[in-house]
């Protein structure tokens, strides 16, 4: 099982930067796969970085080259920092995680694409605001 405490977030306004962090905690002491998503009301959620199994991030189209995820592992800390903000990046943003099971990878984004439904943990989410 994987337990996931978000923070971070808030308000900010066009142009600027924020960053959110997740917490990891593995009780089952394996390896897992990692990502982040977010949803706007009403709309489906976009998965936007997806940590493939050699530990580097992929990004979605819509962020790549402004957000940026970092990893502490000592800590075990998930972090993304986003900036050059815009007002359509405002949705609740969600770190993921999923176990993975003997060989099998993890999945990055492909054509700025990423694919988010095979991650089963998920944190508690935080709100972006980005005012115009």
């Known amino acids: 099982q994987v337990h996931l405490v978000q923070s971070g977030g808030g308000s900010v306004q066009a142009g600027g930067s924020l960053t959110l962090s997740c917490k990891v905690t593995d009780y089952s002491g394996g390896k897992y796969c990692l990502g982040w998503t977010r949803q706007v009301p009403g709309k489906e959620r976009e998965g936007i970085v997806l940590?493939?199994?050699?530990?580097?991030?992929t990004y979605a189209a819509s962020v790549e080259g402004r957000f940026t995820v970092s990893q502490d592992y000592a800590e075990n800390i998930l972090s993304l920092q986003m900036n050059n903000l815009k007002p359509h990046d405002t949705a609740m943003y969600y770190c993921?995680?999923?176990?993975?099971?003997?060989?099998?990878?993890?999945?990055?984004?492909?054509?700025?694409?990423?694919?988010?439904?095979?991650?089963?943990?998920w944190g508690q989410g935080t709100q972006v605001t980005v005012s115009s």
């Open positions: 940590i493939d199994s050699a530990g580097n991030p």
């Open positions: 993921a995680a999923e176990l993975r099971r003997g060989a099998t990878p993890c999945t990055p984004c492909s054509g700025g694409f990423c694919y988010t439904g095979d991650l089963g943990y």
